[in-house]
């Protein structure tokens, strides 16, 4: 799910802070808008260089950044943590690396402790771009092109030889993000556009293949509606719905499959992804502008591009039935 010795001193106060406080904390500013993934006491975002103009993927581990060697990006790391399967409480980062044209895209795998990078062979193919990768132990998903509009989700056993694919929505379609839990729970968000209007879904894959739909909004002429990437915890799912155009529908819900239960907590448009930590409490990327965080020339501490560890949200239960309207 990043300048830097103040904000990392706030951040580890963050981390051994007594149960009991809960005050929420700006992490860091950025000079370009970026997508966060946490896991335990990791977080890891990227970090635009506004002079190379390319990415550097930063990751805090128990509140210290790590020393990474990894090569920069020139498009925001589409980053995801999880656990590593046969260590001992190891924690790895898994995203994709494209070429200059952003095509001949791969799987990269990082583990956290070593700082060692490789190129996940397994579901790496030669003639398709894989993205949007998720971890958890020895099973990782990923979104695959099929053809320039569509795209497909697989999930794949490390330690087996086949990807399986996984089921989609009929037509053209591209994947924003996938996101593992224990036991292979999957869910993905889904992106399907016609003309100027663009719908965006969170499905849930259940254990017998079929899809169920957990939310969806649509965006078209003032309205910009999203999803933001999903997580687990604790066998819920939780994500954040927005719209920055017509104001309406801001929330962090909480869906739980067993139940098919709904809860809603109040959000903001400003959410570009958000990611549960516990006691209710997230580690959010947030900008107000989808492209900008200020004016071009603005330094950085003006910026509106923050890394956050919130204040706990209030989540309370609401009708289903809201979270899958168009607007």
């Known amino acids: ?66 020393p990474l060697t990894i090569p920069t990006s020139a498009r925001n790391f589409d980053v995801d943590l999880g656990p590593l399967a046969n260590s001992n409480n190891g924690i790895g980062a898994v995203y994709s690396r494209c070429d200059a044209r952003d095509t001949n895209c791969d799987i990269f795998l990082l583990d956290l402790q070593t700082g060692s990078e490789r190129r996940v062979t397994e579901v790496s193919s030669t003639d398709r771009d894989e993205r949007q990768p998720s971890l958890f132990r020895n099973v990782i998903s990923f979104s695959r092109s099929e053809s320039r509009n569509r795209e497909l989700v697989y999930l794949r056993f490390l330690d087996r030889t086949k990807s399986l694919r996984q089921a989609v929505p009929e037509g053209r379609g591209t994947v924003a993000a996938t996101e593992l839990g224990n036991g292979a729970d999957l869910a993905y968000t889904w992106t399907s556009v016609r003309g100027e209007f663009k719908t965006q879904y969170l499905y849930r894959v259940q254990g017998n293949g079929r899809l169920e739909r957990v939310a969806r909004v649509g965006s078209g002429g003032l309205s910009q509606g999203r999803i933001t990437a999903p997580s687990w915890a604790g066998g819920g799912l939780y994500f954040a719905r927005t719209n920055s155009g017509s104001g309406q529908g801001n929330r962090v819900y909480r869906y739980s499959p067993g139940r098919r239960a709904y809860a809603a907590a109040q959000g903001r448009p400003s959410f570009r992804s958000l990611v549960y930590v516990r006691a209710n409490r997230f580690v959010t990327a947030e900008s107000l502008d989808i492209e900008l965080c200020g004016a071009p020339n603005d330094p950085v501490e003006r910026s509106s591009c923050l890394l956050k560890r919130t204040d706990p949200f209030v989540f309370t239960t609401v009708d289903g039935r809201g979270v899958n309207r168009r607007t």
């Not at 103040?6 to 860091?28: D, I, K, S, Y």
């Open 1 to 66: 799910m990043k300048r830097c010795s103040v904000l990392l001193a706030v951040f580890v106060a963050a981390l051994c802070a007594a149960p009991g406080a809960h005050a929420a904390e700006t992490l860091a500013q950025e000079a370009a808008p970026f997508t966060a993934d946490a896991y335990r006491d990791a977080v890891a975002w990227s970090s635009y260089n506004t002079d190379t103009k390319r990415y550097r993927l930063r990751v805090l581990l128990g509140g210290r950044e790590l």
